[in-house]
């Protein structure tokens, strides 16, 4: 057999390992890192004031208020890193339904979707 065949043979079955199943792939590998951002971590994202209105756009579809004490139901005077630790809880909560039943016909994908929502709306905000 010729060296590009088998280099192109070795390569293909490592691009179907890596992606095969890369959704729950994904959800178990940034489960427990969300997990730890949320129980160690120190800050939290500038974007969130000492009142905890987000300074961006959350969609209406997913979270009624720009306002996260009123979504998390805070006290006015908690800071926000009680909000980025619910935040954080928000994502995990999503990512471990979908990995444990997305597999099933009637799953309700709507906590999922509002996680990833978080997620997209504070990925630039995941380290410590």
């Known amino acids: 057999m010729k060296k590009h ?5 070795k390569n293909r079955k490592k691009i179907i390992e890596d992606s095969w199943n890369l959704d729950s792939s994904f959800c178990n590998w940034i489960i427990p890192r969300l ?3 949320r129980d ?19 969609s209406k579809e997913f979270v009624d208020t720009n306002n996260l004490n009123e979504y998390f139901n805070l006290d006015e005077d908690e800071p926000g890193s009680i909000a980025w630790k619910k935040i954080l809880s928000e ?11 997305s ?3 009637d799953f309700d994908y709507s906590k999922t979707k509002k996680s990833l929502h978080f997620f997209k709306l504070f990925f630039r905000h995941l380290w410590d």
Do not use: N, W
Not at 5 to 9: L, N, P
């Open 5 to 9: 065949h088998i280099a192109r043979k």
């Open 103 to 105: 597999y099933k016909v």
């Open 40 to 58: 160690k971590s120190i800050g939290y994202p500038g974007c969130l004031d000492i009142t905890c209105k987000y300074q961006g756009t959350i």
């Open 35 to 37: 997990k730890q951002l």
């Open 91 to 101: 994502m995990i909560t999503g990512f471990e339904e979908y990995s444990e039943k």
